[in-house]
């Protein structure tokens, strides 16, 4: 049987419809009514060969298999036992099928095609003609050679055609959705049976032992990504270079799938592969944007510059709270994860904290614009209610000193209101330690609990205990704080105390200043009215001051402007100034800065913030080591004053003095 007749099979017995129309037939098959006859003459002479009933046309001119459930079963079971022996493909099904080998091939020759579809040398050479034609029309070389046919077209255009193919032919839901016929020739050209066998246990050991969540058909996107790569390396094909778009994690867990491959399959997995493997790990998991597959933003300097931008708004400084800047970057990466699996956020929080917060709020909505450029994503009111309850308890935190208190929450209420009364309840009550379970946990938490919480806070009455207890309703309203704070008002610590403790911290802090380095930039590294036609060039120069200093290479300034590319220009983060980066390929990459100044401002294509007069770029590892040089270099940039002065220096040195200044005081 050939593979048209194994789906005709198929939708007559597997399925509780056993009628189709002509129409329906060609639009499933993709080929026309006279195969369709043809197909339905040799199907029912195996049938009648068999003793079953026949498909027969009824006066409509509809088609009908008219068999019991279990006539349907014989059928199935003794007309799958049939050798599949070949492929009656459509034009356009023979032309993608072709596309695909040339993609996977380096060469590819006439037998190779005929041998693969199945077909005759006069109709693979009409296919070809049709496949040349459709080339050209994409501006991608075809060449024809007396040993067959390849394609001029990069290793990652190759891996990337591949594997948007995978996810448009194959159907991993199991719901006979598709019946195309190549997602058959797929999985056997590729032998993905064998494949799954050997790689499902490394996936899911990986993602185990790295705390990774990929499901459905995103563990099948980067099924296909380990495919294709194991394929063309198998091939001598590795990649050669690739920029490293993604952050220090994602690039070490990716390192760490590539190391378990090499084992299985005994092939060695060049550096390159890991960077390209992270930046559709990035896709999968930080965004839903499935046509930016091939890179993504450096996160932490996205942050890091957002928290800036509130701290400027708020006068405090956000950016230095290491926990907050923890809690935010998981926060949003959980938001893309939750996103991707459609979850929607249709609890109203936003009114009631504008109501309570309303200078966060503001500030919050007024620099959504830097997570929304940098990720592709536009977040709606209630979305961001969950980044104001972020900040909101990072600004209680710094403006009071917290207790050493312990309140155990229990909730029926779902984990969005969980949430919602967490945060207020360690805004309003000044506490870091608040636990959560869900009532019929309450028992078997207060036998192990230890040690015991100083109050519990609960939707419903409780059993009596001699902890402390008050009931609230699930909106904690103002009376209920009242009460909270009234219970929790004896274990607060004197007023001096807490005065006393930031007197200490402050001269800490003062300390730390004062053993700081003395810039983060140098007067060789800065250069003033550079003339730059295009964003490319500037970003060029910008860069080329690092590297005649032997602080980067070429191919780090190539991955900013790649960056660019599959980004957009996200880090103009604020008016006329970019802060030009990617991310280092090295885990121990010192820190290192530049500044240019144009003479005429260029466009990076960012509306809010075009044209750019003022470039910063800057080189670092993502470690804790650099953490406090970028942030101090987001300082400078995002200043409101720095470049009033700025625009006044005539040298250089000049410029360099102006920073060092701003500097000593940040």
């Keep these: 049987m050939n593979q048209k007749q194994y789906q005709l099979i198929t939708l007559f017995t597997s399925s509780e419809k056993k009628k189709y129309t002509y129409t329906e037939l060609t639009e499933i098959l993709h080929v026309g009514k006279r195969s369709i006859n043809n197909y339905i003459t040799e199907i ?43 492929y009656h493909f459509s034009s356009e099904e023979r032309c993608t099928v072709i596309k695909l080998l040339l993609c996977r091939q380096n060469l590819v020759s006439t037998a190779d095609i005929i041998r693969s579809l199945d077909v005759s040398k006069k109709t693979c050479l009409s296919d070809i003609k049709h496949v040349s034609r459709d080339l050209k029309n994409q501006d991608i070389p075809f060449i024809t050679t007396s040993r067959g046919y390849s ?67 995103q563990f099948y996107q980067l099924l296909w990504i380990l495919v294709v790569t194991i394929e063309r390396i198998r091939q001598g094909n590795p990649l050669t270079s690739f920029p490293c778009a993604s952050d220090r994690h994602t690039v070490c867990i990716s390192k760490d799938l590539y190391a378990r491959v090499e084992k299985v399959y005994s092939i060695t997995i060049p550096p390159q592969e890991s960077y390209f493997l992270a930046s559709y790990i990035d896709g999968l998991v930080l965004t839903n944007l499935p046509q930016t597959p091939l890179g993504t933003i450096p996160s932490n300097t996205v942050i890091h510059t957002f928290l800036v931008n509130v701290s400027h708004d708020l006068k405090l400084k956000l950016a230095n709270d290491v926990k907050l800047y923890h809690q935010l970057s998981a926060h949003i990466k959980s938001f893309f994860s939750l996103l991707e699996r459609n979850t929607s956020f249709d609890q109203s929080f936003y009114k009631e904290l504008e109501d309570e917060y309303p200078a966060i709020c503001k500030s919050v909505k007024n620099n959504l614009y830097i997570l929304e450029q940098s990720f592709h994503r536009t977040y709606s009111e209630n979305e961001t209610a969950f980044l104001v309850m972020h900040i909101a308890a990072a600004v209680s935190k710094i403006l009071t000193e917290r207790q050493e208190f312990k309140i155990l929450l229990i909730c029926d209420a779902g984990a969005a209101a969980t949430s919602y009364v967490t945060n207020k309840l360690k805004y309003y009550c000044k506490v870091d330690d608040v636990q959560t379970i869900i009532s019929f946990e309450y028992k078997n938490y207060m036998r192990h609990s230890n040690p015991s919480p100083n109050l519990i806070v609960s939707f419903y009455p409780l059993d009596e205990t001699s902890i402390p207890v008050v009931i609230v309703s699930p909106g904690l309203p103002s009376t209920d704080l009242i009460r909270l704070q009234e219970k929790m008002y004896a274990s607060r610590k004197d007023e001096n105390n807490i005065l006393n403790k930031r007197m200490v911290k402050r001269a800490e802090n003062q300390e730390a200043v004062a053993h700081r380095p003395a810039s983060i930039f140098s007067p060789h590294l800065i250069a003033l009215d550079l003339d730059a036609d295009t964003w490319q060039d500037a970003v060029q120069l910008s860069g080329n001051l690092l590297i005649q200093d032997g602080l980067m290479t070429q191919n780090y300034i190539d991955s900013i402007i790649k960056n660019i590319h599959i980004n957009g220009p996200y880090f103009v983060f604020w008016p006329h100034i970019a802060l030009a980066h990617a991310n280092s390929n090295s885990d ?79």
């Design 44 to 86: 029912n002479d195996f049938l009648t060969e068999n003793g079953f009933h026949k498909i027969r046309i009824l006066p409509d001119n509809s088609l009908l298999l008219d068999s019991s459930i279990n006539e349907l079963g014989l059928i199935r079971k003794r007309y799958y036992s049939r050798p599949l022996y070949e």
């Design 588 to 666: 121990s990459t010192p820190f290192a800065a530049s500044l240019i100044r144009l003479s005429h401002p260029v466009f990076f294509g960012n509306e809010l913030n075009d044209p750019v007069k003022y470039i910063f770029t800057f080189i670092a590892s993502d470690t804790s080591e650099n953490d406090d040089k970028i942030l101090s270099i987001i300082n400078i940039a995002s200043s409101p004053t720095l470049f009033q002065y700025l625009d006044e220096a005539k040298t250089p040195e000049e410029a360099y003095e102006i920073i060092h200044k701003l500097e000593k005081e940040l």
């Design 151 to 217: 394609i001029d077209v990069t290793e990652v255009f190759r891996r990337d055609y591949l594997i948007n193919s995978f996810h448009t032919f194959l159907n991993i839901v199991g719901d006979n959705s598709s019946f195309s016929g190549i997602d058959i020739w797929i999985s056997r050209h590729f032998d993905l049976e064998a494949f799954k066998m050997q790689v499902f246990p490394i996936l899911l050991t990986w993602q185990k032992e790295n705390n990774i969540n990929i499901e459905g058909y």
